[in-house]
């Protein structure tokens, strides 16, 4: 299973990025698709996930800022970040869970202050 990540990079606080996740139409969908991260010196952490359905759930952490949709189209879930923080920086990881969980590789989101 190939989850392909983008969109990562270096932004100034209040800043935005989108970052992106494609994959197999088998497993878009049908599995649940979600996005991790992991800080320096944390574990990693959930940060928003959508269901196959559309129903999505957030970390506290980023609602009202962070944003996550699926193209069905295009067999990709993106994370649209917004009013970025340094406390954000953390790589990134795209995931799919039905009873299994997929990982991709992840992407760095630098933010700074």
């Known amino acids: 299973v190939q989850l392909q990540a983008s969109g990562g990079g270096l932004v100034q606080a209040g800043g935005s990025l989108r970052l992106s996740c494609a994959t197999s139409?088998?497993?878009?969908?049908?599995?649940?698709m979600g996005w991790y991260r992991r800080a320096p010196g944390k574990q990693r952490e959930l940060v928003a996930v959508?269901?196959?359905?559309?129903?999505?759930n957030y970390a506290d952490s980023v609602k009202g800022r962070f944003t996550i949709s699926r193209d069905n189209a295009r067999n990709t879930v993106y994370l649209q970040m917004n009013s970025l923080k340094p406390e954000d920086t953390a790589v990134y990881y795209c995931?799919?869970?039905?009873?299994?969980?997929?990982w991709g590789h992840g992407t760095l989101v630098t933010v700074s202050s």
């Open positions: 995931s799919a869970r039905l009873v299994t969980v997929y």
């Open positions: 959508i269901t196959s359905g559309g129903t999505t």
């Open positions: 139409a088998s497993i878009f969908t049908r599995y649940a």
